[in-house]
């Protein structure tokens, strides 16, 4: 894991490379204020302020208090705008400039520490990366707890990253129950895990999605509780789907191709309740991750078999690939009995929210207007953006059975992240908020600070929701 905390270090007035911001809505007036040989290098470089460029350009000889004193080069970034600078302003400097110290110029650093840092976080796990020099710090005022957030949120995405980015032969079922036993260890939670054939009384569907896999990775439900009794409960659930084949409703091999990430929505979820207990958020934590690999064997879940649930529904299986919901369902009622204040959960659960809203967008369905609001107002703050769709009631029909109480999976194609939804919510308590996030933890382009492969998206806005609503 990077030491992110290398990254950042206190303004002492040590020498640094300056670096000084500009947007292109104010790049020609910062370029008419710099010397001939200054704009002649800005303008065969072709920089013009636009957004994740920079151009670098000899030291200036200050004087007096000037820092950037015996510095051998100084950066001009662009930015998309130099009045607020975002989370991801910094980005590209972090991942690409040379070894050494830097400071900003004439600008704050306090909204763009966490590109910075997670721009020179890589997932080198199995191939030797071309090697850097070293890291680039920036040199920050005393806002030490803006750092120590910055820290704790580059951290936590990077868990995402790396958990979503490593194969499913190094992260089944047994390695996301190591991963949440060591944050329970690290920060006095407690564990429970229920795992193998124990499951089927009890969460009779995660049992029914994972038994396929039983010899090799048996299914669990693990547990955390964290906090104090008498603050606000809150739960948090991830899917956990270490792989997923599709069951005997089986994905071709192009499905599969990605599909070690379809515990993208476990990763989400670990990583928010870290942020949760290293920030000593004051509530009562109730993590649940439902940990399973669909696969094909002789007793594997077919089409036409009716599942029990916790809650007491019956299911009749209509897709075996439409596995995510069903583990779900299971921890939603055992989330509920312990009446927490809200309920969030993670999962990389339809392709139809990919077609509705692409990859970068999260679709969150919300049963609470106050709640739904609160997170699209995080997500925008954070430049970490969620796409509100709708919990249409109208739709609920196509979950209707004529044996069961219930299908998995809607048939004729329509609206299959929303009708996803609406059988996640027959498993929620009516008086509890709920938000569900289709997340696709998976970025197929790189952007500044996002390589492809395994991505955080709706992390840091449900942290930010979750700090302005029980935060102290």
Known sequence: MTDFNALIAADTGQTARS???VDA???EEWLKDQPDTTRAMVRAAQFSGSADTHVLLPAT???GDDKSVAAD????AGVASQERLDPWSLARLGGGLPEGHYRLEGA????ALFGWLIGQHEFDRYKALPDRQGPSVLLVGDAIAQQDEAVRQAEATAMVRDMVNTPAADMGPDRLEEIVEKLADKHGAELKVTRGDTLAEQFPMIHGVGKAAMRAHAPRLIELKWGKADHPKIAIIGKGVC?????LSMKTGAGMLLMKKDMGGAAHAIALARLVMEAKLPVRLHLLVPAVENAIDGNALRPGDILNSRKGLTVEVTNTDAEGRLVLGDALTLAGEDEPELILDFATLTGAARVALGPDLPAMFCDDREMADGLLRAGEAESDPLWQMPLWSGYDSMLSSPIAD???SASGGFAGCITAALFLKKFTP???PWAHFDTFAWRPTAKPGRPVGGEALGLRASWRYLQGRFGV
Request: charged share 20%; with cysteine; net charge positive.
């Open 19 to 21: 670096i000084r911001i």
């Open 25 to 27: 809505a104010h790049f």
């Open 61 to 63: 000889a200050g004087t």
């Open 73 to 76: 080069f100084r950066v001009v």
């Open 108 to 111: 704050s650093a306090k909204g």
């Open 243 to 247: 792989f997923d084949s599709g069951g």
């Open 406 to 408: 219930c299908v998995n």
């Open 430 to 432: 009516e008086a509890v």
